[in-house]
């Protein structure tokens, strides 16, 4: 809840809420009537109740469905993901972005995103450079398992995570990994294969880049036979992709050279082919948890082998958002979901499960910033009826 006191949930809505409001007046040239009311959205947030969406738009019924049992509650009165998840639909609804006019469908994030994307082809062509150089399949397997990783710790939302941690390199890190299924992952993949996988996104950049060449190196090896990446239909916690972002990314690989321009044709080549295929459902968006969604995606989801869950909200939203004790079996929570789960995240909310007794307490002496600050990390799978 962001009630919770002195909680990173809280800090949430006090700091890192407002001053993404102030990073979007900044970012984009909005007329005066828009920068007013994102000024007011900030007071709002700071003392007022939380209020309906009011435009007309397809979703907002929905929305409102919801924000009836919030009526007469502040933002510090709300459970963190619906907070969070409202917090960007309010946004959108006061830029405009849903209503046919010039600033229809415009990512007030974009600026943002598309400097993600440029600073990530360097640090991008490099790794794809090493770790092509690596003769042994899994090692390359477990290097860009870490990629995807460690990716995740820049995230444009977040503002708890160190420049040092965000600085570095997104290869292996064993040290910082509270849990490694590498050794099950890697037998499924090479026992099992060719698999139908769902990859759940995450952030732009560095991180969309490396998820991009682990599914060009699944489809080359013949591990996987078709992958949906399962991306945000708007704007979403600042760098979340969206089907255009992954797009432009692609476009960006193909206007490089060497192994990354090489990266770029396989994923163009791979589209047209339909073995990479584009999905942007309103739940992905939506304040639901993963027990909550509804029972169309539920049986799509069920027809894949297995679906990779990137990130920490998607971690947050797999488990309810709840303070589940440390050493709780994850399977003994995700036992709703459809088909078997491999879960990249680095740790960046107030939430952990399937450690070993005493370990939690080890680490919050070590650094009391561990569950938040993105320097720890889990590649955790979870097979279905497990």
């Known amino acids: 809840m962001t009630s919770d006191p002195r909680s990173f949930a809280q800090d949430t809505i006090i700091h890192r809420k407002p001053r993404i ?40 019924q929905k929305w409102n469905n919801i924000w009836k049992k919030y009526k007469d509650k502040t933002w ?14 309010r946004l959108l609804e006061i830029v405009n972005y849903f209503q046919l006019s010039s ?41 860009l398992l870490h990629a995807c ?35 099950r992952i890697l037998k499924v993949f090479t026992e099992q294969s060719p698999l139908c996988i769902a990859l759940i996104g995450d952030n732009v950049g560095v991180e969309l880049g490396f998820d991009l060449y682990l599914v060009d190196f699944l489809l080359r090896k013949g591990w996987a036979k078709q992958v949906t990446f399962y991306l945000k239909p708007y704007p979403f916690f600042v760098s979340d992709a969206m089907p255009k972002d992954l797009l432009e990314t692609i476009q960006a690989f193909n206007k490089t050279s060497g192994q990354l321009y090489l990266l770029g044709k396989h994923l163009q080549d791979a589209l047209s082919k339909e073995e990479i295929s584009l999905s942007s459902d309103w739940f992905w968006v939506s304040p639901y948890h993963f027990h909550e969604m509804p029972i169309s995606l539920y049986r799509e989801i069920s027809r894949f082998d297995m679906v990779i869950a990137k990130g920490d909200v998607n971690y947050r939203r797999l488990l309810g ?20 789960l491999l879960i990249l995240r680095t740790l960046k909310g107030e939430i952990m499960v399937n450690l070993i007794e005493g370990q939690a307490e080890k680490l919050k002496v070590e650094d009391p910033d561990w569950l938040i600050n993105g320097k720890r990390g889990i590649i955790q799978y979870v097979e279905r009826n497990e």
């Open 149 to 183: 990783l460690w990716g995740n710790r820049i995230d444009l939302s977040n503002f708890t995570v160190s420049d040092e941690i965000k600085r570095r390199q997104a290869m292996i890190e064993r040290e910082n990994l509270l849990i490694d299924d590498f050794p």
């Open 76 to 89: 510090l009165e709300l459970p963190w993901y619906f907070a969070e998840a409202y917090f960007y639909r």
């Open 21 to 60: 409001i102030d990073n979007i007046m900044n970012d984009n040239n909005y007329p005066q009537s828009i920068i007013k009311q994102l000024i007011n959205f900030k007071k709002e947030i700071a003392d007022g109740m939380v209020q309906p969406l009011i435009e007309d738009a397809p979703d907002v």
């Open 103 to 143: 600033l229809g469908n415009r990512d007030p994030f974009s600026s943002l995103k598309k400097k993600q994307i440029e600073e990530s082809l360097t640090p991008l062509s490099l790794a794809v450079e090493l770790i092509n150089g690596i003769e042994d399949s899994y090692l390359c397997f477990e290097n």
């Open 321 to 340: 958002d709840r303070h589940w004790s440390y050493i709780t079996p994850i399977n003994e929570i995700v036992n709703y979901f459809p088909t078997s």
